[in-house]
């Protein structure tokens, strides 16, 4: 099982930005996808997150009214649209996969992780 997520560089407040996230194939289908990030030292930080038939979708509270969740089954990906970026959203961004009817916005419940993907904004 694999999760690779992509997408992170160096943009102005401001900006724009969509992270990608490719997910195992063998899991797509029946697994929610939650974004989290990370800016040492703050510990891990939950942004969104959406379910497995991509009708149910959350957000951190730092992330509702400029982040967008979606996923396209055909391609088995999972996608954050960043609008209006900040400094303060600075950070390391990670995808992650669990088993659920629904989603959790709680890191101890996703099985599986990709690779973080750093994205930085400058003022």
């Known amino acids: 099982v694999q999760l690779q997520a992509s997408g992170g560089g160096l943009v102005q407040a401001g900006d724009s930005l969509r992270l990608s996230c490719k997910v195992s194939?063998?899991?797509?289908?029946?697994?929610?996808v939650g974004w989290f990030r990370q800016a040492p030292p703050k510990d891990r930080e939950f942004v969104a997150a959406?379910?497995?038939?991509?009708?149910?979708?959350g957000y951190g509270h730092s992330a509702e009214g400029r982040f967008t969740v979606s996923r396209d089954n055909a391609k088995s990906m999972v996608y954050l649209e960043m609008n209006n970026l900040k400094p303060e959203d600075t950070a390391a961004y990670y995808c992650?996969?669990?088993?659920?009817?629904?989603?959790?916005?709680?890191?101890?419940?996703?099985?599986?992780w990709g690779q973080g993907t750093l994205v930085t904004v400058s003022s």
């Open positions: 194939k063998q899991i797509f289908s029946t697994y929610a």
């Open positions: 992650a996969a669990e088993r659920t009817n629904g989603y959790s916005t709680s890191e101890r419940d996703y099985h599986y």
């Open positions: 959406i379910g497995f038939d991509g009708v149910g979708t």
